[in-house]
């Protein structure tokens, strides 16, 4: 009886010290990064993140793990740990959603958005709650607000672009159809380069041009191989600010509570960060030499009129719910 009793309590011993850990993963919140910390003119992401876990840490007794660097893995593997729980986070953009929810790419339309403040009140307005609840419904991931990620896309070249006509003949690096079609509209040819043998590309002349955010393009010292920046703000480049969902649900609403409110403090200095830093990669890429071309109204117009029409055709087709496009410009209307 006594070694039946003695086997008993070790096994109670090990089950408790087996509990102990899942107690306290359950409150720990792991997030995934891209960027190295203190990744310079990119503070709008890992600072983000980084308010986020000052808050929650701040207001519970729950902890926030930063993995910076990529060390957790791809973007898009990434957000597939998100979606099976074996991370809580990570700072997937539009275009790593798009691979698990294709309506998303419907707010990636060229010259859907005439400004930030505009894409702002549609993403937290009626339209940008419903696609939120349909990606946690689809997906598993919860989003707790949507985040610039580096605000509006521009055309470089070694060329001024001042008209659509001025792209024909180039070859330029963008990722996607929803990015191919409206630039092969435009007279260019597409060709689709990873991020990571861009500069090399630009430099050996595999490609023409490309486009990204004034942030990006001064990241990997684009400056150095392009002489033309167009700022003409084609495509507006956000991110879901994602958790899981069934982590989430899991949690005691007044930790809820602490993770929505440290989101919303989170998604607020993202957005001015991002304002901030793109005025200032701006006159630092005029400072390197660069031509920054700026288009008049009439000149934006062109584009637009040049590369909407084949992108919102080709979304009609490709994605889940069409008539999401039509709402979504409604939206943008009532916003504006």
């Known amino acids: 009886m006594r070694n ?3 086997t008993i309590m070790a096994a109670g011993v090990a089950l408790s010290a087996f509990a102990i850990p899942q107690v306290a993963t359950a409150q720990q919140i792991k997030v995934g990064l891209s960027l190295p910390q203190n990744a310079a003119g990119f503070d709008f992401v890992n600072g983000m993140y980084e308010t986020f876990k000052e808050e929650v840490e701040a207001n519970s007794d729950m902890t926030v793990d930063l993995v910076y660097a990529g060390a957790l893995g791809a973007p898009n593997e990434r957000l597939n740990q998100m979606r099976r729980g074996v991370i809580q986070m990570t700072d997937g953009a539009d275009g ?4 698990i929810h294709s309506d998303i790419q419907i707010l990636n339309m060229p010259y859907l958005f005439p400004s930030e403040q505009t894409a702002w009140a549609v993403f937290d307005g009626p ?14 991931i919860r989003v707790l607000g949507w985040w610039e990620s580096g605000g509006f896309k521009h055309f470089s ?10 792209m024909a003949g180039l070859k330029m690096r963008v990722l996607g159809p929803l990015a191919t079609i409206p630039v092969e509209a435009l007279g260019a040819s597409a060709a689709p380069i ?11 002349g595999v490609v023409d041009g490309q ?5 990006t393009f ?13 700022l003409t703000g084609h ?19 007044d930790k809820q509570k602490v993770i929505i409110d440290a989101a919303a403090k989170a998604i607020e200095f993202n957005r001015t960060k991002s304002r901030e830093i793109e005025a200032g990669a701006i006159t630092f890429a005029k400072e390197k030499g660069v031509d920054i071309v700026e288009l008049t109204a009439e000149e934006r117009d062109a584009f637009r009129a040049a590369m909407q029409p084949p992108a919102v055709e080709w979304l009609r087709a490709n994605v889940d719910t069409p008539e999401l496009i039509d709402e979504a410009i409604a939206a943008v209307e009532a916003a504006n």
């Open 127 to 140: 339209f940008g709650q419903k696609m939120a609840e349909q990606i946690r419904e689809n997906t598993g």
């Open 211 to 215: 486009d990204n955010s004034v942030s």
């Open 4 to 6: 039946l009793l003695t």
């Open 218 to 230: 001064n990241l990997v010292k684009l400056y150095e191989v392009q002489s033309h920046l167009t």
């Open 194 to 204: 990873a991020f990571g043998e861009l500069y090399t590309s630009l430099r050996t």
């Open 235 to 253: 495509t507006y480049a956000f991110g879901p600010l994602g958790i899981n969902d069934a982590f989430f649900s899991g949690l005691p609403e």
């Open 96 to 99: 790593n959603y798009a691979t």
């Open 157 to 166: 070249a070694n060329r001024a672009i001042k008209a659509p006509t001025d």
